[in-house]
């Protein structure tokens, strides 16, 4: 029974140093989020062209 607690541990271990590497990765290769050019979340997957709504892209 020990051995497999220590396999889940290592296990468990391995993953998580795997899932943060690969999150600091992801995060040092990745351009930064232009929020101001990202559509609402209400139309995430529609389809649909944002046409409005966004009063801080007035100038554009």
Not at 7 to 18: D, I, K, P
Not at 36 to 50: D, F, N, T
């Amino acid at each position: 029974m020990n051995m497999n607690m220590n396999v889940t541990s290592l296990l468990r271990w391995l993953f998580w140093t795997l899932l943060v590497l690969f999150l600091a990765w992801d995060f040092t290769r990745s351009p930064p989020i232009d929020l101001r050019q990202e559509p609402p979340l209400i139309a995430a997957g529609s389809g649909q062209v944002v046409s409005g709504g966004h009063c801080s892209a007035a100038g554009e």
